[in-house]
């Protein structure tokens, strides 16, 4: 199976995945809340996060359909913290995946609490993981709490929005988005080596710098594309971090180093999964995204 089969088969798996565990008709008021959780949820997007899930547990020997929740439950979190980014107390945006922000579409009050619905339902799909042992759904709730809490996604985004209107240094931008980006990223690998049940030190290290590389590259891009590219191609607004007077990677480094960084941090993460069988997928995955126009 070529890298475009494989990955549109993983995500031919995650999409009716991820609509069932938010499918739900109450009859009782209060139906109007998923309806916003589902319409950003399924709004289209890469699914890089729930994809890699699945490649790690084939990579570790596991069964990618008892890697589905966990896959899920990421991807549920990566699109509360969607939401509540483009609430106007955060980044104040109106255009996500080429359509009005869940606050334009429904309410703003609706959006966060859509976005609180989906943190939750992401613990409560992990933890009904079907025949998946009893310690196995522990580490995988424990890996999403670290990785999404404080310590990781929301501290990045702590910092990031104390970063606006000032200049901060490469060192406390790296901490940002490894913090904001890249943790999550890293969550996506722990957990398909999780659910596959492996417990390689070697292996889960190599995950780990996987995510972390990618996740540093993936945000670099992310910055080149705030500044080159098109608005209707991201589906998303442009030009929000000048605006914001945000320190990126460009703004610190120049778009032409930035490439060579996000190509180099690119190179890092296909070099920590090499030594490791079954790598072919991640690595196309990696070089894929370098140069991205979306």
Do not use: W
């Amino acid at each position: 199976m070529t890298f475009s089969e494989q990955l549109k088969a993983d995500i031919a798996l995650i999409e009716p995945a991820l609509e069932k565990y938010l499918s739900r008709e109450t009859g009782e008021g209060y139906d109007r809340i998923f309806e916003a959780a589902k319409y950003s949820a399924m709004a289209g997007g890469k699914r890089l996060r729930p994809v890699i899930v699945l490649e790690f547990c084939r990579l570790c020997g596991g069964d990618i359909e008892k890697a589905l929740p966990f896959a899920c439950a990421l991807e549920m979190i990566h699109t509360y913290s969607l939401i509540h980014d483009d609430l106007p107390c955060m980044d104040n945006d109106d255009l996500r995946r080429g359509r009005p922000t869940c606050h334009k579409a429904f309410d703003e009050a609706t959006a966060v609490l859509a976005g609180d619905g989906l943190l939750t339902a992401a613990f409560e799909t992990a933890s009904a993981a079907k025949d998946v042992p009893a310690e196995t759904i522990v580490r995988c709730i424990r890996i999403l709490g670290e990785n999404a809490g404080m310590n990781g996604m929301i501290g990045g985004q702590v910092l990031d929005m104390g970063a606006e209107h000032r200049k901060i240094s490469l060192d406390e931008l790296r901490l940002l988005q490894k913090l904001k980006t890249g943790c999550l990223l890293r969550a996506a690998c722990e957990l398909g080596c999780a659910a596959a049940g492996a417990t390689d030190e070697d292996t889960l290290t190599r995950a780990r710098a996987y995510g972390e590389k990618l996740g540093l590259a993936f945000q670099i891009e992310d910055d080149i594309l705030d500044i080159e590219g098109d608005a209707a191609t991201l589906g998303k607004s442009i030009g929000k971090d000048a605006a914001s007077e945000k320190s990126t990677f460009p703004s610190l480094l120049g778009l032409e180093e930035c490439r060579e960084l996000a190509a180099k941090l690119t190179e890092e993460a296909v070099n920590a999964v090499k030594p490791l069988n079954g790598h072919a997928f991640l690595v196309e995955l990696a070089r894929s995204l370098t140069g991205r126009t979306r």
